[in-house]
């Protein structure tokens, strides 16, 4: 029952925020947040946005296959947020954009505008679905199950509970409800280590040091260039991820556009962007202590990362601490999932209205849209749960990822060049080009036994941004 009641009280809030959010709201309200969002609540908020339930869930986990090798990826990923909030965010506040792909269109052409929107439209639906799925299935585990309460009703009730408090305010909700989220999963994170650090009978200062000196918390590989955790793979990748999964990303954008000023949205991007780092080092950490207490318990360390948080929880079941690490652990989930599927939901409600219809003022087709796509969204996640393959996910997520090399590819030539293209050639370059992507991997792997890992999506922009160029021979400007 405790479980119930800090979600309940989770919920409540966020209800809270958002009748005082969705007061007097507008499309302009849902869409842009009447461009009033403080930059400083916008970047608070922004830290929880990005980080989804399965992050919370994964990454303590990679400690177990890579080390700490993923804060190399960290690093790269401030200086991609410098580039975007000094090349890009100047472009789109000129441009008074509510949508961002509005830009493919102004520079290359209609069909080079609505290729990019439906690329972002279906990765995005099918990504946040995945993410969303696996977290109801812990949430099923840990919460609904026990009140006997179907998966399907669970989904249902979830997504709904995300569509009541965004339906009205959209973005503006968002801003804040964020925040919140933000604020509720870095304190259950805090709280789990600060329990983890006092089961292995450890000060803070301690554990500190327990976990630099720890074998596992090795950050930097130089000396392996074939290696995906060589330094420079992973900080070039975590550039790119960066200039893609935020700077052409519609869900990431969104909110930055509703500071007030651009140098106010300049600098929300640059402190988040900083934030990341020792975020995943807390993360990272606790994967570092959590071995330590499967050691120390003489317990079996899991052959899943996913399972080691997990397992911990589970196994202290019978402690006296299971109710509060229990309650705090799906605390964590909700907020991570929630502030990354609600505002998944509202860009593509966005998306589809401003770009793929083209009426931003129509107030009827915008809630009638966001309640398809929650819908859809629903759908979706009852079908990964039907097939129940842990193969076809992975396949999902490879093709999410392989979706957004086109989208890399078209803004850079966009900004890099003044070259027009073949509009019309542009959504048969953006379908060939990652499968393109996919033949020269499987090839490579086959031949070489190497795979491409982050690389790939730079291989992926860098074959989009030549077959345009190509395009464009013969055209005039």
């Known amino acids: 029952m405790t479980i119930i009641a800090v979600v309940l009280g989770y919920f409540a809030l966020l209800f809270a925020f958002s009748r005082w959010t969705g007061r007097r709201a507008t499309n302009e309200t849902f869409y842009r947040a009447d461009r009033q969002s403080p930059w400083y609540m916008v970047a608070f908020g922004m830290v929880g946005a990005s980080i989804s339930g399965i992050t919370f869930v994964s990454v303590p986990g990679m400690v177990l296959t890579s080390q700490m090798n993923y804060l190399q990826t960290c690093m790269g990923f401030i200086l991609g947020y410098v580039v975007v909030a000094f090349v890009l965010l100047p472009l789109y506040y000129k441009l008074n954009l509510t949508s961002i792909y509005a ?218 601490f299971f109710t509060l690490h229990s309650s705090l652990f799906v605390l964590g989930i909700v907020a991570a999932s929630f502030s990354s599927a609600d505002s998944a939901l509202t860009s593509l409600t966005t998306i589809y209205c401003v770009d793929i219809v083209g009426q931003k003022d129509n107030e009827q087709l ?67 080009s990652p499968l393109l992507c996919y033949a020269i991997d499987y090839g490579v792997g086959k031949t070489t036994g190497y795979h491409f890992g982050y690389e790939l999506l730079m291989l992926n922009g860098l074959i989009t941004f030549v077959g345009l160029y190509l395009s464009s021979k013969g055209q005039k400007d």
């Open 103 to 320: 830009y493919l269109g102004q520079r290359l052409g209609r069909r080079s505008h609505k290729t990019g929107s439906w690329f972002f439209l279906l990765s995005k639906m099918t990504g946040a679905a995945v993410r969303f799925y696996v977290v109801c299935i812990i949430l099923q585990r840990f919460v609904f199950e026990p009140l006997g309460i179907p998966f399907a009703l669970t989904t249902v009730l979830l997504v709904l509970l995300i569509w009541l408090y965004t339906r009205k305010g959209g973005i503006k909700t968002l801003v804040w409800t964020d925040s919140l989220q933000t604020l509720c999963l870095f304190s259950a994170l805090l709280i789990i280590i600060y329990k983890v650090v006092t089961d292995l009978n450890l000060t803070i200062g301690d554990a500190i040091n327990a976990v630099s000196g720890h074998e596992l918390s090795r950050v930097f590989v130089w000396d392996d260039w074939v290696s995906k955790q060589n330094f420079w793979k992973q900080f070039l990748s975590g550039v790119f991820i960066v200039l893609v999964m935020t700077g052409v990303d519609q869900d990431m954008m969104q909110k930055n556009l509703t500071c007030k000023t651009l140098r106010g949205a300049q600098k929300d991007m640059c402190t988040y962007g900083v934030a990341f780092l020792p975020a995943n080092l807390l993360f990272l950490s606790l994967g570092v202590l959590l071995v330590m207490w499967y050691q120390q318990q003489g317990l079996p360390i899991p052959a899943s990362g996913d399972d080691l948080l997990p397992g911990y929880i589970t196994a202290v079941a019978n402690s006296s």
């Open 366 to 432: 915008r809630k009638r849209t966001h309640l398809g796509m929650c819908a859809v969204f629903v759908l979706c996640i009852l079908f990964f749960k039907v097939v129940n393959s842990t193969s076809l996910i992975d396949a999902i997520y490879i093709i999410c990822g392989y979706t957004y090399g086109p989208l890399l590819g078209l803004f850079v030539y966009g900004l890099l060049t003044k070259r027009p293209v073949n509009d019309r050639l542009v959504p048969y370059i953006a379908v060939a």
